[in-house]
Structure formats: C-alpha cells, structure tokens
C-alpha cells in the first residue's frame, strides 16, 4: 500500500484532514461527550462487541457504520462537521476505499480517510482538515476481555480555506480490531471513550 493510502489529496492552495478534541480545546471550543460515570446507560452491540455508552449518547446505525452522537450534532454521519460524536465501523466502510484514483483497505499503517478530497474541519465547517502523517501514539489498547485493537493518534490541523492559516489541532484516535473486523474512530477527544471500549463485553 502506498503512503497516501488514506492522505487527502488537495490543491497546493488548501490543506485538509482529520479531526478530534485537543482541536477543540485549542479552538476554545466546549468539550465533547458525556461522562462516563452517569448512572443511567445504554446497550450498544456490533459484530459481537458490546458496550455500555453513558445517558445521552446517541446510537445512529446505517448498514455497516454508525454515529455515536456524544453531544450537539446537526448531521449524524462520518465526517461531518458540527456533530460531536465518534464512529464505528464494519469491513465494508474500511476495504475497498476509493482513494487517490485506486481501491485501498485500512490497516492502521495511515490514518483513516475513507475518500479523496477536501472536508472541513469537525468543529468549523469554515475552515479545512489538515492531516498529520506520522501518529504521535501507537500500541495495543484493551477492548474487553481478551480482545485487543491496534491503536494509533494522529495529529490534525483545521487550516483556513485561503492560505493555511492554522486555527485549531486535534488528535484522530483509532482502534482497530482486524480479527472481529472494526474499527472505531473518534475526532472529538470524546470524554470516557476509552473506557467505554476497555468494558466493553463480547457475544
């Protein structure tokens, strides 16, 4: 697999990418998700995984992804901007990925992107995702008992749209579980998501 696997592609002009929290915070922006600790949950399964989300997390499935709306979302899909919230997805949102003219499937080696292009920025549908290429943080991360993913960080950027000018950073977080076949990702630095997933249980 080429190193552009899952880089956006973009004019010379613009700078694009990837979006999680400690962009948020840097952009003075209030905190996703909801603490882990709330009484009241929710029952959330996939491909055998089952977790236990906090009061007011929000499941939004469709086929093989969902949204996990953690927060204020105005539009519950992957990607898109003002919704706070991670993602969860099957083998056929991650295998066989139009990007940069080919068909790629995740591994972990590049940060997920699943098309080519340029997209906002999660927090600011004004300004453009910017994708680190090196992840700042990488190992294996528990997801329940005896289930392991493969976890990376990468650094992100939202860039003005004329310029570059750098407004906020933020982090996308990755696990990745190649033998149950999902992979789950999170732009917002979602508050309690990873304990989420180290509780989780499996069928």
């Known amino acids: 697999m080429r190193k552009r696997s899952f880089i956006l592609f973009v004019p010379a002009a613009v700078a694009v990418l990837a979006a999680p929290a400690a962009a948020s915070a840097a952009a003075g922006l209030p905190a996703a998700g909801v603490s882990s600790s709330s009484s009241a949950s929710t029952n959330f399964s996939f491909r055998g995984m089952n977790l236990k989300l906090p009061s007011g997390w929000k499941v939004h499935r469709n086929g093989d992804r969902v949204v996990v709306a953690t927060g204020k979302c105005k539009r519950p899909e992957p990607f898109a901007s003002n919704c706070q ?19 790629l499937t995740y591994t972990g080696k590049y940060q997920f992107h699943p098309f080519s292009g340029v997209i906002p920025c999660p927090f600011n549908a004004k300004t453009s995702w910017y994708e680190g290429e090196k992840a700042t943080s990488t190992g294996l991360r528990q997801v329940g008992r005896g289930h392991k993913a493969m976890y990376n960080a990468w650094p992100n950027q939202c860039v003005t749209n004329n310029g570059g000018r750098r407004t906020a950073s933020f982090t996308q977080r990755e696990w990745f579980l190649p033998k149950s076949r999902i992979l789950v990702v999170d732009v917002w630095n979602t508050p309690g998501l990873s304990d989420v997933l180290k509780r989780a249980t499996w069928s």
């Open 85 to 103: 919230s991670f993602w969860v997805f099957g083998p056929t949102e991650y295998t066989d990925l139009p990007v940069g003219g080919g068909s």
